[in-house]
C-alpha cells in the first residue's frame, strides 16, 4: 500500500469523520418535522407549529440560493475569481435568510453552510486568486460566526489567518495572536465529538502544530529531533485538512488512484506556504520528480518541519503496514529507494530530525515511562518529559515546563518517588493501569493516583 491508495482511504475516512474543513456535502436539514407525542399540549402543539412554519419559510427563501450556489461549482477550477464574487453574494443572503429566521431549528444548518461556504472562499481568495486580505475578512466572519458545531470552523479559520500573517504579511505578534486563538478554540468539547481519539489530536494541534509554531515565532529555532508514532497518530488531522484542499484544487486528483499529476505538483509548490500545501503534496509524493527539490518545497513552506516530518511519518507507517501485509513474493524490499524513502532520509539529515513509526519502547510500561519522565525533568529535556502524558494534563504541563528553569525541573524530579502497586480492588485493564505515588511537599508527603492508559502502543499518563 503506497502513498496512491493512501489518498484514497484519507479522503473515505475524512468524509465518514466529517472532519473536512470544506467540500459540499453539507448538513441537511429534515425533511419534516417529528409530530408532538399523543396527548402533547396545546401549547406544544403551537409551537411545533410555529417552527414547522419558520422552517417552511427557510426552505422556501433558502432552497433558490442553495440550487444557485451548487450551480457555481465548476466556476472553481474554470473560473475561480467569477465563482469567489457570486458565491460570497450567496452567501451573505443565506446569512440573511438565518437571521431573519433565528428561532426556525433549520437555521441552524443554513449557517453551517454559510460557514462551510465562506472556508471554501477564504481558501480560494488565499491560495488561488492571492487575496491574503480578503481572506483574512472572510476567516473573520467565520470567526465572529456562533454555531454549536462551529468550532472546527473557527479552528481552521484561525490557522489560516495566522500563516497569512506569518508567510504572506510578515507580522510576527498578529501571527502568534491569532495561534492562540486556534489553540482556545481546539479547547472546544463540541468539534471533538465525532473523533475516535479527541484527547490525542488535540494534544497534537495545540502542543505539536500551533505551540511549535509558536515557539518557532518566538525564538527562530525550528523544530528538530525526534517525531514519534503518536506524533505521526495525531497528524491525521492535518492530512485530511490537505485531503481537503486536494479536492478543492484538483478534485479529480484526489479521489483518483491513478499517478499522480506533476503539473498539479508543481502548481501546489507556487501555493503560499501553508501546512495545507505541505499535507496535500506529501499525499502524492511518490509523483515527485525528484526529493532535492521535494525537501526544498518543505523547508519553504513548512520552516518549522514539524508538520512535515510528521506527514512524512504518516506515510511512512501506511508504506511499512502495507509491505507487511503483502505476500512474501511481492513485498518490497525495505531498502528500496522509493521516493518516500528519499524524501525522509534527505529531510532528515537536513533538519536534524528522526522519524519513528514504531511505538518507543522507553515507554513500553507505564513503570519504564516513569523512569523515563524522571529522568527527562532532571536532565532538562522538556519535549521527552512531555511525551509520556497525554490529554489536558500534557497541555498543561506544557506550559508548566516551558516556563520553569533545568533547576526547578530537577526539583520537581526529586518531589516524585517510585510507583507503587494499585490498590486493591483497582480497575486497571490491558489499556488502563493506575498506581500510586508520594510527593515530598513543604508541608509533608502527599499520596496521590497516576493513571496511565496505552496509545499508539506506549504508556502515557492521563492523569495524576
Known sequence: MGAISLRMSICITAIWLSLLPLGDAFAQAPASLPRPATGATQSNNGSWAQNAAANQAVDKEAGPLRR??????????????????????????????????????????????????????????????????????????????????????????????????????????????????????????????????????????????????????????????????????GAGFALLSGMGFLMLIAPSLAGSVAPADPTVLAKLQRMPASYLTVMATILDINGATDAVTTVAFLK???????????????????????????????????????????????????????????????????????????ASLKSGDRDTALACFTGPLRASLNELFRKSSNAELRNMANEFGHLQPPAAGASNSDEIQEFGITRKRPQGDQAALVEFVLASGEWVVQSM
Open 68 to 233: 444557485e450556489l451548487a450551480s457555481l461549482t465548476p466556476l472553481r477550477q474554470t473560473d475561480p475569481k467569477r465563482y469567489v464574487e457570486q458565491a460570497v453574494k450567496i452567501v451573505e443572503a443565506l446569512e440573511a435568510v438565518a437571521d431573519q429566521h433565528k428561532d426556525a431549528s433549520y437555521s441552524s444548518g443554513v449557517r453551517s453552510e454559510v460557514l462551510r461556504e465562506r472556508s471554501i472562499i477564504a481558501l480560494l481568495q488565499r491560495f488561488v486568486l492571492r487575496q491574503p486580505r480578503k481572506a483574512i475578512g472572510t476567516n473573520e466572519k467565520i470567526l465572529a460566526t456562533q454555531t454549536p458545531q462551529g468550532e472546527i470552523d473557527a479552528l481552521n479559520a484561525a490557522l489560516q489567518i495566522a500563516e497569512i500573517y506569518r508567510n504572506e504579511l510578515g507580522n510576527k505578534d498578529k501571527a502568534i495572536e491569532y495561534y492562540q486563538k486556534a489553540r482556545d478554540a481546539a479547547d472546544h468539547e463540541n468539534w471533538r465529538a465525532g473523533l475516535r481519539d479527541p484527547d490525542g489530536i488535540a494534544t497534537w494541534i495545540k502542543g505539536g502544530l500551533i505551540d511549535k509554531e509558536i515557539d518557532y515565532l518566538t525564538s527562530g529555532r525550528p523544530f528538530s529531533g525526534a517525531v514519534t508514532r503518536r506524533d505521526v497518530d
Open 300 to 374: 519553504r513552506s513548512d520552516p518549522v518541519h514539524y508538520v512535515s516530518a510528521c506527514a512524512l511519518g504518516v506515510l511512512a507507517a501506511n508504506e511499512n503496514q502495507g509491505r507487511g501485509q503483502e505476500a512474501q513474493g511481492g513485498a518490497q524490499r525495505r531498502d528500496e529507494p522509493t521516493m518516500l524513502r528519499q524524501v525522509i532520509a534527505q529531510f532528515g539529515k537536513a533538519n536534524n530530525i528522526a522519524v519513528h513509526t514504531q511505538p518507543d519502547l522507553r515507554r513500553a510500561t507505564p513503570q519504564a515511562t516513569w523512569e523515563l519522565f524522571i
